[in-house]
């Protein structure tokens, strides 16, 4: 199987009929912006465990997160992505939201790109520096008030992680103008109970199964 975040993966995944592709992204020490999910390198072909934030992107390019494959700069996957298909892009490092809408705008893709995190303040950012990417919220717990929080980040989307949606939070984001994106959905039966409840997007690793089931 291939490496989640890599260039065969998302070919794979778009071959499959997939709608849209998300990914995590970090930036190396010289400053590309590359997709990675996790910000340390393990030992490897790179060597010692490094953070990718210490490495030139010359240095990255030795590391193989399998036989053939290298870590790929964000560039790399709009050129491979084609239009209309959408990408979602996790910010995971902090400070590097003006560089990741630099290489979107550079991709021409930003009417069909969004940028979410764990860290609500990267979609205020992004509403400041970009008004036209929408930004997006990720949460792994059920908020008291979900649509303050989407609005206090100026955010569109509420990326919930799949156990936490119910009814009442899918029209408490609709009421707030807000999307609702189930993570991670691996199963029939859960993907069809929140299609029923009117989530807006799923995310899963299993995107053709979920086509034809």
Same mark, same amino acid.
């Given at each position: 199987?291939?490496?989640?975040?890599?260039?065969?993966?998302?070919?794979?995944?778009?071959?499959?009929?997939?709608?849209?592709?998300?990914?995590?992204?970090?930036? $190396?020490?010289?400053?590309?912006?590359?997709? %990675?999910h996790?910000p340390?390198?393990?030992?490897?072909?790179?060597?010692?465990?490094?953070?990718?934030?210490?490495?030139?992107?010359? =240095?990255?390019?030795?590391?193989?997160?399998?036989? !053939?494959m290298t870590?790929?700069?964000? =560039?790399?996957?709009?050129?491979?992505?084609? #239009?209309? $298909?959408?990408?979602?892009?996790?910010?995971? #490092?902090?400070?590097i939201?003006?560089?990741?809408?630099?290489?979107?705008?550079?991709? !021409?893709?930003q009417?069909?790109?969004?940028?979410?995190?764990?860290?609500?303040?990267?979609? %205020?950012?992004?509403a %400041?520096?970009?008004?036209?990417?929408?930004?997006?919220?990720?949460?792994?717990?059920?908020?008291?008030?979900?649509?303050?929080?989407?609005?206090?980040?100026?955010?569109?989307?509420?990326?919930?992680?799949?156990?936490?949606?119910?009814?009442?939070?899918?029209?408490?984001?609709?009421?707030?103008?807000?999307?609702?994106? =189930?993570w $991670?959905?691996?199963?029939?039966?859960?993907?069809?109970?929140?299609t029923?409840? !009117?989530?807006?997007?799923?995310? $899963?690793?299993?995107? !053709?199964?979920?086509?034809?089931?």
């Amino acid at each position: 199987m291939f490496p989640e975040n890599s260039l065969p993966a998302f070919r794979h995944a778009i071959a499959l009929g997939a709608d849209a592709i998300e990914l995590d992204v970090h930036q $190396t020490h010289d400053g590309v912006i590359v997709v %990675q999910h996790d910000p340390v390198l393990l030992a490897g072909d790179a060597g010692a465990p490094r953070r990718i934030r210490d490495m030139t992107y010359a =240095a990255l390019r030795r590391y193989s997160p399998a036989p !053939g494959m290298t870590v790929p700069s964000l =560039a790399e996957v709009f050129a491979v992505v084609p #239009a209309p $298909t959408l990408v979602y892009v996790e910010v995971k #490092a902090p400070g590097i939201e003006a560089d990741v809408l630099a290489c979107i705008a550079a991709a !021409g893709a930003q009417d069909r790109s969004a940028i979410h995190s764990f860290d609500h303040r990267v979609a %205020q950012r992004i509403a %400041q520096l970009d008004p036209v990417v929408p930004g997006g919220i990720l949460v792994a717990s059920y908020l008291a008030d979900p649509a303050h929080e989407l609005r206090a980040a100026a955010a569109r989307d509420y990326w919930a992680e799949r156990g936490w949606i119910d009814a009442s939070l899918v029209d408490a984001i609709h009421g707030a103008g807000g999307r609702v994106i =189930a993570w $991670t959905v691996n199963d029939a039966a859960d993907a069809a109970r929140l299609t029923d409840l !009117g989530v807006d997007a799923i995310c $899963t690793d299993i995107c !053709g199964d979920l086509r034809t089931g």
